[in-house]
């Protein structure tokens, strides 16, 4: 069995200073990001223990959360000194466009207290691969000749078409109040 393979992206957080983080991108449809956050207060770790950490994040088209409080919610409070917040991001929490997101955190024993710390942002970009994406094979030059080939002969078939019907179109006109009866005549041999 093979291990999960993830994009980590490392993201130092001062709760009221978010700093200057390094720019980063994570690509729309992906399951494998994961922002590992160091949080501090003033260069200060901050310690977790006991707390509750929703991540919130806006994006193009609307808001989403996860919550550490939640078990399948994707946010793991960690570290050595307790001030890692680690998110496995969910695919619906990001958007095409830029992301902000800002962490609240409650503490106190009834997890009453809320801060908000400062905000950061981060670029998700569409992935090339996609609905209309098309699986490449071998035969797929030969393929795209032959349907610029059809296509060029059904352009040829209506200009032929179009032709035929101004020229019958011509016809009828021209016959049109010239001839006013028609006699067919057969001749047979007689024996």
């Known amino acids: 069995m093979s291990g999960t393979v993830k994009k980590r992206f490392s993201i130092a957080l001062d709760i009221a200073d978010s700093g200057a983080n390094r720019e980063f991108t994570v690509v729309e449809g992906d399951s494998g990001?994961?922002?590992s956050i160091l949080l501090t207060d003033e260069g200060d770790p901050v310690?977790?223990?006991?707390?509750r950490v929703?991540?919130?994040f806006s994006k193009s088209d609307g808001t989403a959360y996860q919550d550490s409080g939640n078990a399948e919610g994707g946010v793991t409070l960690c570290g050595v000194l307790n001030n890692?917040?680690?998110?496995d991001l969910f695919t619906g929490s990001v958007a095409p466009g830029m992301v902000e997101c800002e962490?609240?955190?409650y503490s106190d024993a009834d997890?009453?207290?809320l801060v908000t710390t400062a905000k950061f942002n981060f670029?998700?970009?569409?992935?090339?691969?996609?609905?209309?994406t098309i699986a490449s094979s071998p035969e797929m030059p030969v393929l795209s000749g032959l349907i610029e080939r059809v296509e060029t002969l059904e352009a040829s078939a209506s200009e032929a078409a179009d032709n035929a019907n101004s020229a019958?179109?011509?016809c009828h006109g021209a016959l049109d109040g010239n001839i006013s009866t028609w006699r067919i005549i057969y001749y047979t041999e007689e024996v």
Do not use: F, K, P
């Not at 310690?47 to 707390?51: A, M």
């Not at 890692?84 to 998110?87: A, C, L, P, S």
């Open 84 to 87: 890692q917040v680690d998110i």
């Open 123 to 132: 670029a998700c970009r569409r992935a090339i691969m996609g609905e209309e």
């Open 47 to 51: 310690d977790l223990t006991g707390c």
């Open 54 to 56: 929703v991540a919130v």
């Open 111 to 113: 997890l009453s207290t």
């Open 168 to 170: 019958a179109a011509l």
């Open 103 to 105: 962490l609240q955190i």
């Open 33 to 35: 990001n994961q922002l």
